[in-house]
């Protein structure tokens, strides 16, 4: 899983894991792009670079820490960065149209009273919604290295401002190609299509209060995928023999990450 390279620079001798596209020269420091890892099929077909920067994305941490409530006051006060990288994270956008159809299950109350008693009626609904929506540059992590659970919260990005991928984009950065396809991802695009597809048809039962049970059939026609490098600024800090990882979307600064709990605050 890992190949041999030459930096131009010094010449000094590089091993590098088969999915890294851009990384820095460990003799001279300087930012050394594998060309054969985007080129040909596995050229990206667009990139959206950073916009935001490295002192950014540490006062964007500083502020993730701010008006925390519960976060140890130690962690506050004595909290520093142990790493911070910037890369861009090989990522699908799909695009496809998905078709719905929800049977649901549900009922409505009415209460009224009189001076002896108070009545209740329910009335039950077998509720049907059905319809179609167009799902555009749903993006999906395309690196089995990268958590979901950092890259999905860090949307939405802007695709207006994607340009035509130039490997000069990654010089300074790190990068990584993917090593999942969209064969390989093909299941987590259904689930977060349906999703979203089901998000829209429940909010259409108000103001029936929906009941356990019911149907649902969602399915996505074949689309198309573009191949992006989103720019995600990523920082790493140490807490209690823990590191704890943090992100930065480099395009519009929305940063996301865990903090850790001061338990004693929490009994309080």
């Not at 910037?86 to 159809?101: C, D, E, I, L, N």
């Not at 059939?217 to 600024?233: A, F």
Request: net charge neutral; with cysteine; charged share 25%.
């Amino acid at each position: 899983g890992q190949r041999h390279y030459i930096c131009h620079s010094c010449g000094g001798e590089i091993i590098a894991f088969d999915t890294e596209a851009a990384l820095s020269c460990p003799w001279c420091g300087n930012p050394v792009v594998l060309e054969d890892q985007v080129s040909g099929v596995l050229k990206p077909d667009y990139v959206i670079p950073f916009k935001n920067g490295k002192e950014e994305a540490k006062e964007a941490f500083y502020s993730h820490l701010k008006g925390k409530k519960l976060l140890p006051p130690v962690f506050r006060d004595k909290s520093h960065i142990d790493e911070i990288k910037g890369v861009y994270v090989p990522v699908w956008m799909f695009t496809s149209t998905v078709k719905a159809r929800m049977d649901i299950p549900a009922t409505t109350s009415f209460v009224w009273s009189d001076n002896r008693y108070t009545y209740t009626r329910i009335s039950h609904y077998r509720l049907i919604r059905e319809g179609h929506m167009e799902v555009v540059n749903l993006p999906v992590d395309g690196s089995s290295k990268m958590s979901d659970s950092i890259m999905e919260p860090l949307g939405p990005w802007n695709m207006d401002e994607a340009v035509d991928f130039k490997t000069a984009y990654l010089s300074g950065f790190l990068a990584d190609r993917y090593d999942l396809g969209p064969e390989d991802i093909s299941g987590r695009v259904l689930e977060r299509a349906r999703a979203s597809c089901e998000k829209r048809l429940l909010g259409t039962t108000m103001p029936y209060v929906r009941r356990g049970g019911g149907k649902s059939s969602i399915s996505s026609t074949s689309g198309k995928e573009d191949y992006v490098l989103l720019p995600v600024w990523l920082l790493r800090t140490k807490w209690e023999g823990k590191d704890w990882y943090y992100a930065m979307n480099g395009q519009n600064g929305k940063f996301v990450g865990d903090l850790p709990l001061d338990r004693k605050l929490l009994l309080k």
